[in-house]
Structure formats: C-alpha cells, structure tokens
C-alpha cells in the first residue's frame, strides 16, 4: 500500500494556510503546519486538534528547521500579508519572505519535494498596466513602507527561479489577489475586516483617499481551489489567482453597509504611502491551464462573511 502524501504548509495557522490545510486533509494528504503566530491564530486550526494526519509545530521558518520522514509538498504561505501587519513587523515580513524562503526551499530540495511559493498581486506594486498579466514586471517603490512585503515577494520569486534552473526542482508560484472570508483577523487592518467590523459595530466606515482606488476581491474557497489545481498541475507560473470583478473602495464600502443592514456613515482618511490605485488580475492563464476560474460572486461571499464575523466577533 503506498504511503499517504505529506505537506508542510508554513502559514499553516493564517487565513490561507488553515484552509489549505483543511482542503489538503480532505484530499487524504497529511500536513505540517508551521508557524511562529505573530499574526497566525490557533483559533484557526482547533478543529484539526485531533486529527491524526494533522501536525502542528510552533517555529519561525525565518530560521532553520528539520521535518523528519518523506515530505512531497512544501507550500511557503508564512507571511505578514495586511499592510497594517507588516509596516508592525518590517524586518520579520523581510526575512520570512527571503530566509524563509530560501529555508523552505532548501528543505524541499532535501526531500525532493514539489515547492508551491504564495506570492502576492503586490509583485505588480501601484501598477501601471492594468489588468495585471503574468508578464508584467510591476512597479514598485523598494525604500516605500510597503516595499518591506513587496521587495521580500519578489526576492522570493526570484530564489524560487534560481532554485528551479541551479537544482532542477519542481516549483510553483501563485500571485494572489485580494482575498477574504472566515478566519481574517477583524483587526487586521484590512479593508475587508475593517468595514466589516465597523458596520457591524455602527462606526464610521473609514475610506481611505477619495475611495477611487480599485480592487477586485475573491472569496477564499475560490482561490484555494486555484491553488490546489496549480499545486497538482504541470505548469510552474507564476500565475495569477484571483477574481477580476473590479470595485472602487467608495463602491465596496456602499456594498458593505448593505450586506450588513448596518446605519454607518462613510467618513474619509488619508490614503496610506504607495497605496496602489487599480488592481485586476488577468486570469487568462489560469483559465487556460488549470481550467479555474472564481464562483463566488462578492455579495454571496460578503454575506457569509458577514456572517461569520458576526458570530465570532460580535
Ligand atoms: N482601505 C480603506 N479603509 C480601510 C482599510 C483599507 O479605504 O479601513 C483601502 C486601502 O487604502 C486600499 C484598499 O482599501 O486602497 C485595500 O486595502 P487593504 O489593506 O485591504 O489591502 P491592499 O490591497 O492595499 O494590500
């Protein structure tokens, strides 16, 4: 009888490394989630406590770490991701994306493991191209507050690329957009959870600048689907993950405040530094060759959101 695939998720207590977690459990894959907690939550994963095939150990992957016994997936979701988080922890958000990286990518190589690196939309910086393609090469401030997650992503990349050409490996890179949905932190300082929170709470919506700058949201379950056929596919990427229906912030914030039948007033706050003005992916590639494309339309996945959050944050 042949063995059970095992995947090491760093990340594994964030939003997106949780679910991975629990979609990689449900396709008979065992997993290792690592992570330090600065901004991951055992919240997320107590519901795996007793599950056999699941591992938890607490360790910042920015350092060197050994996992005993055959491992087949090493999939780098370890990072500060809300600007908020990462302007908080600059250094730890430079070395997880560069030193852990390269620790991440040396223990595949070890293992002769298949490597999955989750980069960002970020990549593309205030893009000038619009949507965004794959082909792209961004346009990024590097001594900018953001360039501390925008520089280490890329840096990231590029060891992925050395990694595949020098030693041959077997590599994958996902640029994920905007995503949201059960398990963000409601004080991440995203603008999901920070609308959320505020309408339910009756607050003032806070947008930033004149809300004319865009995003396009997709709701998590979508995008881990993406992942997993990325994961499981032929191709290496990088390829963008994400749903292109395009939103001004003025415009989500409207949505927001009717998804949660909330009284709240909009008010507006300085835009932050670089903040980017317009964000679409061109998904041409994943249509094309791993047959994804998102389900979830915002007002379905806003409203279970809303949901959520009510339940676990009220
Ligand atoms: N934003 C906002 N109000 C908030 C939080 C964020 O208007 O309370 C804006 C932010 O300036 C940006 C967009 O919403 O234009 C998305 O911000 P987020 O922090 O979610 O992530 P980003 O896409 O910038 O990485």
């Not at 965004?132 to 961004?138: A, H, L, M, V």
Request: aromatic share 10%; proline share 6%; glycine share 8%.
């Amino acid at each position: 009888m042949s063995r059970k695939k095992v995947a090491v998720i760093t990340g594994g207590s964030g939003f997106l490394g949780s679910h991975l977690s629990d979609r990689l459990l449900s396709d008979g894959v065992k997993v290792i989630a690592v992570d330090n907690l600065i901004t991951g939550n055992l919240n997320n994963i107590k519901h795996l406590k007793k599950e056999k095939n699941f591992e938890f150990i607490k360790h910042d992957v920015s350092k060197e770490f050994r996992i005993a016994g055959p491992v087949d997936y090493v999939l780098h979701f370890a990072s500060p991701a809300s600007p908020v988080d990462y302007l908080k922890h600059p250094i730890p958000t430079l070395k997880v994306g560069s030193l852990g990286s390269h620790n991440t990518l040396g223990l595949a190589k070890l293992k002769k493991a298949r490597y999955l690196l989750a980069s960002t939309s970020e990549v593309y910086g205030d893009p000038l191209e619009h949507p965004q393609k794959e082909t792209y090469w961004g346009h990024v401030n590097p001594i900018g507050p953001r360039g501390v997650y925008d520089e280490a992503k890329r840096f990231a990349e590029a060891i992925v690329f050395a990694y595949r050409r020098f030693h041959k490996m077997d590599t994958k890179i996902v640029r994920i957009f905007n995503t949201y949905g059960p398990r963000m932190r409601i004080n991440d300082g995203r603008v999901v959870p920070n609308f959320i929170y505020q309408a339910l709470h009756g607050k003032n919506i806070t947008v930033y600048g004149d809300g004319k700058q865009t995003r396009s949201f997709c709701y998590y379950s979508d995008l881990i689907d993406g992942i997993v056929r990325l994961l499981y596919s032929s191709i290496s990427g990088p390829v963008n993950i994400g749903n292109p229906d395009e939103f001004t912030i003025l415009e989500f914030a409207k949505l927001v405040i009717k998804e949660a039948n909330s009284k709240s007033k909009i008010i507006f706050e300085p835009l932050p530094t670089d903040d980017p003005k317009q964000r679409k992916p061109d998904i041409s590639l994943a249509k094309q060759y791993l047959k994804w494309t998102p389900q979830v339309p915002l007002a379905e996945g806003l409203t279970k959101t809303v949901q959520w959050f009510k339940v676990h944050h009220s």
